[in-house]
């Protein structure tokens, strides 16, 4: 007898997705790809600004960006700003499990469809709100992005060389604060809506979000009274036996050789048996062996390293490009690497058993399911082309 194919993780899950540019998208993918039915509805103007982010003459009508972080949801425009949108948006919102939002604190309230009023139409909503400070707080209406939020974290202070911080091209609080944090928050009040009948307002800060996971630059306020100066903590470069080194290419090698076993396999493989002793050291009695192990990595290039390092057990290995990583054998083979439309793109991280991810709609364009959502929610033909000829939708 052959069994019948599993619903995907969340399926019957419905979200309406009200946020813009990378950290909200970003959350509402994740469940999207999970099986969730994502609505993303944007406004009747500008939309989602990350449709147009990076456009040049000549360069398509929607950006890599938005195409990047929007796949499987729908689209709708909606004027929230009209008594007929929020109308629209309250029906919508009754037949909704959970809605994403990225506004300001208060915004969504003032325009009578925040959190109270969603809630007195559905009681077992989960609302979450995603800023970059929160809720309350002295900070709760300042303007911000992730640079601003690492910073505030004591994260920013932490990344770059002794001399100065650096600006990371990875997004920390927007994808670890804005991003997961949220996917965390929304997953846990939805069990417990299944089970108590009641929604929660999830009040995600991005910036509280970074904080809480700052571990290693505590711990050494803790223990030592400061966090450590940059460049000089145990994971922030300050032990050889954690650190990238150069090689005679010009590429780097990262090695986190942090268990002794692997230090001392790495120090045999390098030809200096004499820094065995010298596993975890700091501050200048680091430097030296910084040194040595700098000059034996300067001594071949990244791919012969890569070689040697491949049929070792020590935690070192190349630092690739992204473009090297498509290719890489290891995300290959956990089919990491996913093509839609043209486009070569990140697949979903997670692997669950009897799930097989894949993209089933690219990014929509803008109002793309209008029309289908309403009917969806009971909306008649003649009542859309009212909201249609109105500027409603």
């Known amino acids: 007898m052959i069994e019948p194919e599993r619903r995907k993780p969340l399926a019957g899950i419905r979200v309406l997705d009200l946020t813009r540019l990378l950290p909200g998208p970003m959350a509402t993918l994740h469940l999207a790809d999970m099986g969730a039915d994502v609505v993303k509805i944007e406004d009747t103007e500008a939309g989602d600004y990350s449709r147009a982010m990076g456009h040049v003459r000549g360069v398509p009508p929607m950006s890599d960006v938005f195409r990047l972080v929007n796949r499987n949801k729908r689209a709708m425009r909606l004027d929230l700003k009209q008594a007929q949108g929020r109308e629209v948006f309250l029906r919508l919102a009754k037949g909704a499990d959970v809605v994403v939002e990225g506004f300001r604190p208060g915004v ?52 770059g060389t002794a001399e ?122 680091a430097r030296p062996v910084k040194e040595r192990l700098a000059a034996a990595f300067g001594s071949r290039t990244q791919r012969e390293w890569s070689e040697v390092f491949a049929r070792a057990d020590c935690c070192v290995s190349p630092i690739l490009t992204v473009d090297e990583a498509l290719e890489n054998e290891q995300l290959r083979a956990r089919k990491m690497i996913a093509s839609d439309d043209g486009l070569t793109q990140p697949a979903f991280p997670l692997k669950f058993s009897e799930f097989e991810f894949g993209i089933g709609r690219p990014a929509p364009g803008r109002g793309e399911h209008t029309e289908e959502i309403l009917r969806e929610a009971g909306y008649r033909e003649a009542e859309i082309a009212a909201l249609r000829g109105d500027g409603v939708i």
């Open 164 to 285: 100065e911080p650096v600006v990371p091209n990875f997004q920390i609080a927007d994808l670890l604060g804005g991003a997961l944090t949220p996917v965390m928050g929304i997953l846990a009040a939805l069990i417990d809506a299944r089970s108590s009948g009641r929604g929660r307002h999830v009040d995600v800060a991005m910036t509280d979000a970074v904080f809480a996971h700052a571990i290693f630059p505590l711990l050494g306020f803790l223990e030592h009274g400061r966090t450590p100066p940059r460049g000089s903590g145990m994971l922030g470069g300050g032990l050889p036996c954690y650190n990238v080194y150069r090689t005679r290419d010009g590429r780097w090698m990262a090695v986190g050789a942090l268990e002794r076993k692997f230090w001392e396999t790495l120090c045999d493989i390098l030809g200096c048996p004499e820094l065995k002793g010298k596993h975890i050291v700091y501050g200048e009695d």
């Open 108 to 159: 969504m309230a003032k325009l009578g469809v925040g959190y109270e009023a969603l809630a007195a139409v559905n009681p077992g909503l989960v609302y979450c709100s995603i800023t970059g400070y929160g809720q309350n707080g002295p900070y709760a209406h300042r303007a911000g992005h992730d640079v601003n939020y690492i910073g505030y974290a004591g994260v920013g202070d932490q990344i």
